[in-house]
């Protein structure tokens, strides 16, 4: 241990005593990153009124709470749906968009990325304030379509990104040597291009599914009626009480998220 | 005739690079709809009086009334504050990580990886739970006789700037970290050589090569520090009212687009500005991207 202390710790002739500042205090931040989240799921199984920790009495009353309520299973079923129609929307548009912009080289690609990548650079207020008034023009407030469209529109951007720095990475030739034996271009982009891809393709699916499930901001104004998103009514209830209920929730958003995260391991690896 | 085929081709090619850039044409499409048209009107409403016609009224409100000035110096007192603590807690914990062997690296990377894949809703509700009055935090303080009464951590400034920093800390890292990981570590190896001492050869090598990565994320950071809702609005209890806030309480509220458009105007204008600069500075998609 003293040894180690007095080794050297870097390519200076900084030891590992000299740091162990740094190892601490990273240690910490490291624990305060992940702790405040996590520490939520035991708090979700307490039977008492109050959040506790560790909880006294074990129970499922918060999960009872959030199955039995139908107002609760609706908001779920909203943001489940919208968030699986945006990731079918956002990926492929966002795909092709990539492809397009990668492929051709007209001079107007710079300007058409900077565009599509805008929705991550515009405060997310204003995206949902001017949907807002497109949608009482366009008559589809309150519905999914809306929100789809909306979520889709914040997804876009980061499958453009991912998918193209994939495409990057990819050697176009081999496209090329599949169409130059008589393989139209559509047939070579799905039989050769995407398999290299796939990767980026997998990720980009699951970011626009969390990017949709998470959202709250643009939910809050245009979701509603019969079908607001389980992110508005968690917030509307977080700005009144601190109520139980929503430590079960967050432990099932947890959970999903857990698992989104798993799936793209299984089924998203790859050489890249 | 060669000249024909030649000039044929070119045709060709040209038509084929429209065929090939018509394919980004549905999500061009979505963000004009959705994106761009509305958020133009938005600017043209801002500029529109009571009365219907053209006028600054909207924003000679901004200028003249105390509450707005008050609103953008909380914006901006939250952005500066939440940045320079992203700084001085995630430049040190990139600096760790960046020093490990890769396996191990990334192990710790999945530390950060993990609050941003976390729901931002469910971060700051655990926060809040944490930094109440009867919360875990004050319980286990007063149990250990670190203070005597429950400090009051949420619905104010402080809570706020806990939970600000928290979802903002993986936008500072991923780049700074990415930025760290390309340094070469030969070059220090020389500094050290040549004589420099390990504090020496960090701050005249290390850290003046790490510094893109540091700017893009801090800037990164305070742009979405500026347009920030959610953890504010449950954080700071109604006691710290960001321009973001305003626009939302102008239009719940108070059905007042003018000045609500008004606000997102400069909001954007400022954004704008930011990201302008980074730019010249670094690519914003690595910005954006985190630089992983």
């Known amino acids: 241990m003293l040894n180690w202390l007095k080794s050297p710790a870097s390519e200076t002739q900084v030891t590992h005593g000299q740091r162990l500042w740094l190892y601490l205090f990273a240690a910490v931040i490291m624990m305060l990153l992940v702790l405040p989240t996590l520490i939520v799921i035991p708090m979700s199984f307490s039977d008492s009124q109050y959040l506790e920790f560790p909880p006294e009495d074990w129970s499922l009353r918060w999960y009872r709470n959030y199955f039995g309520s139908a107002e609760w299973m609706q908001a779920t079923a909203t943001s489940l749906k919208t968030a699986v129609l945006t990731m079918l929307v956002a990926t492929p548009i966002g795909v092709l968009a990539a492809y397009a912009l990668h492929a051709s080289r007209l001079p107007y690609i710079r300007a058409a990325f900077v565009l599509l990548i805008t929705p991550m650079m515009v405060p997310v207020v204003l995206i949902a304030v001017g949907a807002f008034y497109a949608y009482v023009k366009l008559q589809i407030l309150y519905t999914i379509t809306g929100l789809v469209l909306a979520h889709s529109l914040l997804a876009i951007p980061m499958v453009v990104i991912v998918t193209g720095s994939a495409l990057q990475g990819f050697d176009m030739n081999l496209e090329q040597a599949a169409r130059s034996l008589g393989a139209p271009r559509w047939r070579a982009f799905l039989t050769i291009t995407l398999p290299q891809i796939r990767f980026a393709v997998v990720t980009s699916m699951l970011l626009s599914f969390l990017a949709s499930f998470d959202e709250v901001v643009i939910a809050m104004f245009i979701s509603g009626g019969d079908n607001p998103t389980l992110t508005r009514n968690m917030f509307n209830a977080l700005r009144d009480q601190i109520d139980p209920t929503i430590a079960a929730i967050s432990t099932i958003m947890i959970l999903i998220t857990t698992l989104m995260m798993v799936l793209v391991a299984i089924f998203g690896r790859g050489k890249t | ?292």
């Open chain 2, 1 to 292: 005739m060669t000249d024909l085929h030649a000039a044929g081709l070119r045709r060709d090619e040209r038509l084929e690079r429209w065929k090939l850039f018509g394919l980004a044409s549905p999500a061009i499409l979505l963000v004009l709809v959705i994106l761009v048209i509305p958020v133009g009107w938005l600017f043209y409403v801002s500029f529109v009086g009571a009365d219907g016609n053209f006028s600054l009224e909207n924003y000679e409100r901004m200028v003249s009334r105390k509450s707005y000035l008050r609103i953008f110096v909380t914006t901006f007192q939250v952005s500066i504050l939440t940045t320079v603590l992203c700084i001085v807690i995630g430049y040190p914990l990139a600096y760790f990580i960046s020093q490990l062997p890769t396996r191990w690296a990334n192990l710790c990377l999945v530390t950060v990886l993990l609050p941003f894949w976390t729901s931002l809703l469910v971060r700051t509700y655990a926060w809040l739970v944490l930094l109440q009055k009867q919360g875990l935090v004050n319980q286990w303080a007063i149990s250990l006789g670190l203070w005597d009464e429950p400090l009051k951590f949420v619905h104010n400034m402080t809570g706020t700037l806990i939970g600000m920093v928290h979802i903002m800390l993986p936008f500072l890292i991923l780049p700074v970290y990415g930025a760290m990981r390309a340094i070469d570590k030969d070059y220090l190896k020389a500094a050290s050589n040549l004589g420099a001492s390990p504090r020496r050869a960090f701050w005249t090598v290390f850290f003046p090569l790490s510094t893109p990565g540091l700017f893009a994320g801090s800037l990164m950071v305070f742009v979405l520090c500026l347009g920030f809702f959610v953890t504010p609005a449950v954080l700071g209890g109604g006691r710290v009212i960001m321009v973001s806030m305003k626009i939302v309480s102008n239009i719940e509220l108070f059905v007042n687009w003018g000045a609500a458009s008004s606000l997102g105007v400069v909001l954007l204008a400022l954004t704008v500005i930011i990201l302008w600069i980074a730019s010249r500075f670094t690519r914003l998609e690595q910005m954006a991207g985190g630089g992983h």
